[in-house]
């Protein structure tokens, strides 16, 4: 990859997007070594602009940021990493630095908290009780939502149908997840169809 870091006197503008939900996470900067580091060890290394060194984000908080991808914008000056983060991004809790008013892509983060079920059963857990009974009642949860939302729209009031359609699309996530597929298939299908 071809950064001028001469153009910017050494420091690049690096914009950090999560992977799956794409919502950008926080804005840092890096220099060469902290580009390469990143590089090589596949987890996000900035320059600390006030600490004057190198500075691996999650280094205390063990909230990482692995890298999936890199990418250089035009002018070879910006860098843009898609990232799997382990927690928090932001140092105050938050999951992003940018405090937008909700999360518009919480779907996508509700399929991983439904997939780290699957990988992580905990008591108690909806989605593991679902799961122990299997792709068949999965499958009929999801059938009951779609009438449920169906009668919402037709005959009951707007609450009505967010919280059924809600219901329906978390058993939709269970059932493709149960299936081994995931809504990214979902979204490039719907996108060559759109095509």
């Keep these: 990859m071809n950064i001028d870091f001469d153009k910017t006197n050494g420091l690049v503008p690096v914009v950090i997007q999560d992977e799956q939900t ?6 840092g900067y890096m220099n060469e070594e902290a580009y390469n580091k990143t590089a090589q060890e596949n987890i996000v290394t900035f320059f600390s602009r006030s600490k004057n060194r190198l500075w691996t ?4 908080s063990n909230n990482f940021l692995h890298v999936r ?8 000056d910006t860098l843009l990493i898609k990232v799997k983060p382990d927690g928090p991004t932001c140092h105050t ?3 992003s630095c940018f405090q937008t008013e ?3 892509n919480f779907i996508l983060e509700l399929e ?3 997939a780290d079920r699957y ?11 679902l799961q122990k009974k299997g792709l068949n009642k999965i499958a009929q949860k999801v059938g009951e939502e779609g009438v449920e939302t169906v009668i919402a729209a037709l005959a009951e009031t707007e609450t009505d ?14 059932l493709l997840k149960e299936k081994g597929l995931n809504l990214e298939r979902i979204a490039k299908n719907l996108e060559e169809r759109h095509k």
């Design 57 to 60: 984000k999650g280094e205390t």
């Design 119 to 129: 990988a992580n059963p905990k008591e108690g857990s909806y989605v593991n009780k």
């Design 22 to 27: 794409l919502e950008v996470l926080m804005l």
């Design 93 to 95: 809790g938050s999951r």
């Design 161 to 174: 149908l967010i919280n059924e359609a809600s219901d329906l699309v978390f058993h939709l996530i269970v």
């Design 112 to 114: 991983n908290i439904i």
């Design 69 to 76: 991808s890199i990418h250089i914008d035009c002018d070879n």
């Design 102 to 104: 909700y999360n518009q």
